[in-house]
DNA sequence: TATAAATAGGATAAATTTATCCTAAATAAA
DNA sequence: TTTATTTAGGATAAATTTATCCTATTTATA
């Protein structure tokens, strides 16, 4: 469904969000290991990630990954998903047509259209602060 | 969403039913000018199909592929997917953890699962006849 | 039986995605 | 200002997916 590299930067700012929340700056070295992911290519998605602008770096000594508080809340799924895969997912053909086109459809337009939809509405509509509270109440995991 | 191989191989399979249910057998050739496709890797796909008994192969001369007529109806689309892409779709994590549990539930699980089910609903309920309908009808096209 | 036509399948290559390594650049603090 | 720490990013490699090519096998028919 996501790519390895979003699957990974999902729960990248899942775990950075929670640390966010606790004035918490970590490093790709901490976040690979709390999402279980290969350190240096997590920090090309996390590089990818700034420059999106959902998440945010701060270099040297005392550095490391954040979001800004306010925006844990106004983050949405759909926000890091764009950002690494684009937006084949929302609005690409299910059968690889090159646009999905009303006036041209495949064989399964309406049917695929109807989950797809499902799917955008559920990432537009899922904030990095629902997810992280689950994680902090220790409801639901990042790993294993 | 699914990989090429699984696009190929349902929009091959929809042109062999449409063509099976005039009494046509097509080739591989007449299959990848049909849907688009590479025909040498098309043919790997439609192998697949017949190994995993969606279609039928005829070797030899005036041989070709083709779907028993009755099969086109009882035939749906969820097999393919599982011939060619494996239940991932059905039943993998969203986020990657090595199985979806709802006792160990990744951030997304609750609101992944539903989108989920309805993807494998609408594969298990539609038909490889109700799509060759259209595409008869001129009304959904399997390629551009 | 010989020939032509057609799928099966092995070997290989190209493209893309995933992953690693190393150095540059930025920053805080001694 | 020097040093230690930390992200940025280029180069490269490994793995997987996608694609191609060639030969073997099967089958109908002349
Ligand atoms: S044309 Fe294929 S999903 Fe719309
Ligand atoms: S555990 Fe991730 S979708 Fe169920």
Redesign the pocket.
């Known amino acids: 469904m996501f790519?390895?590299?979003c699957e990974?930067g999902i729960k990248a700012a899942i775990f950075i969000a929670v640390n966010s929340s606790e004035n918490n700056?970590?490093?790709?070295?901490e976040i690979s290991e709390e999402i279980d992911?290969?350190?240096?290519?997590t920090?090309?998605i996390?590089?990818a990630l700034?420059?999106n602008h959902v998440i945010k770096?701060?270099?040297?000594?005392?550095?490391?990954?954040e979001i800004a508080k306010d925006k844990i809340a106004t983050t949405k799924l759909s926000e890091i998903v764009y950002a690494i895969d684009g937006d084949g997912i929302y609005k690409g053909c299910g059968l690889g047509l090159h646009t999905c086109n009303e006036n041209h459809p495949c064989p399964v337009h309406d049917k695929f259209k109807v989950v797809r939809e499902e799917l955008r509405e559920m990432l537009e509509n899922t904030s990095l602060e629902q997810l992280a509270l689950d994680i902090k109440a220790g409801v639901s995991f990042l790993k294993i």
């Open positions: 790519s390895k590299a990974y700056r970590v490093s790709p070295k992911s290969p350190q240096a290519f920090a090309k996390l590089q700034v420059r770096s701060v270099r040297g000594a005392h550095g490391g990954f």
